[in-house]
């Protein structure tokens, strides 16, 4: 059963609330906060970046974060690229990783997206098991930060 969430935006009334949603300590290294996400998505437009708050009910329980139908270029991939997905420490393990996901795919795939990358730090503790369960694929290529790039095929996954 997947967990119900929603996807919201990002407002001056639930902002504070969005960036108090953080991950376990020893995940920080894989994943940049909201916070920091807010600031990588205004220091590159050109990046495209789409965001959402993920809220349980009328909790905050999450972020994720793509760039949204980019003409991909140096130092961008796309047109649509995974740039974050975070889960709130106390709200790991059920489901909401993979609900999210299910969602950001449902939109995706109305947008006519054929796939969707996304990358992760090759180190122990990283999210690759996730992603890799979830059906994302090694692309074969190591970005310029040491990242492995996977792919989702967004017109076979059911």
């Given at each position: 059963?997947?967990?119900?969430?929603?996807?919201?935006?990002?407002?001056?009334?639930?902002?504070?609330?969005?960036?108090?949603?953080?991950?376990?300590?020893?995940?920080?290294?894989?994943?940049?906060?909201?916070?920091?996400?807010?600031?990588?998505?205004?220091?590159?437009?050109?990046?495209?970046?789409?965001?959402?708050?993920?809220?349980?009910?009328?909790?905050?329980?999450?972020?994720?974060?793509?760039?949204?139908?980019?003409?991909?270029?140096?130092?961008?991939?796309?047109?649509?690229?995974?740039?974050?997905?975070?889960?709130?420490?106390?709200?790991?393990?059920?489901?909401?990783?993979?609900?999210?996901?299910?969602?950001?795919?449902?939109?995706?795939?109305?947008?006519?997206?054929?796939e969707l990358l996304t990358s992760y730090?090759?180190?122990?503790?990283?999210?690759?098991?996730?992603?890799?369960?979830?059906?994302?694929?090694?692309?074969?290529e190591v970005d310029e930060d040491?990242?492995?790039?996977?792919?989702?095929?967004?017109?076979?996954?059911?």
């Open positions: 059963m997947t967990a119900e969430i929603r996807l919201v935006e990002v407002t001056d009334a639930n902002r504070d609330a969005v960036i108090a949603v953080r991950v376990r300590p020893d995940q920080e290294q894989f994943v940049a906060s909201v916070e920091k996400s807010f600031q990588h998505a205004e220091q590159y437009p050109d990046a495209k970046p789409w965001y959402r708050a993920v809220y349980a009910g009328d909790e905050p329980v999450g972020f994720v974060m793509l760039s949204w139908n980019l003409v991909p270029g140096p130092g961008f991939r796309g047109p649509y690229f995974l740039w974050r997905l975070l889960v709130g420490a106390e709200h790991q393990g059920r489901g909401y990783g993979t609900a999210i996901l299910d969602e950001v795919v449902t939109l995706l795939r109305a947008e006519g997206a054929k730090v090759p180190e122990e503790g990283s999210p690759e098991p996730f992603y890799r369960g979830y059906g994302f694929v090694p692309t074969g040491g990242e492995v790039i996977l792919t989702l095929d967004l017109t076979t996954r059911p």
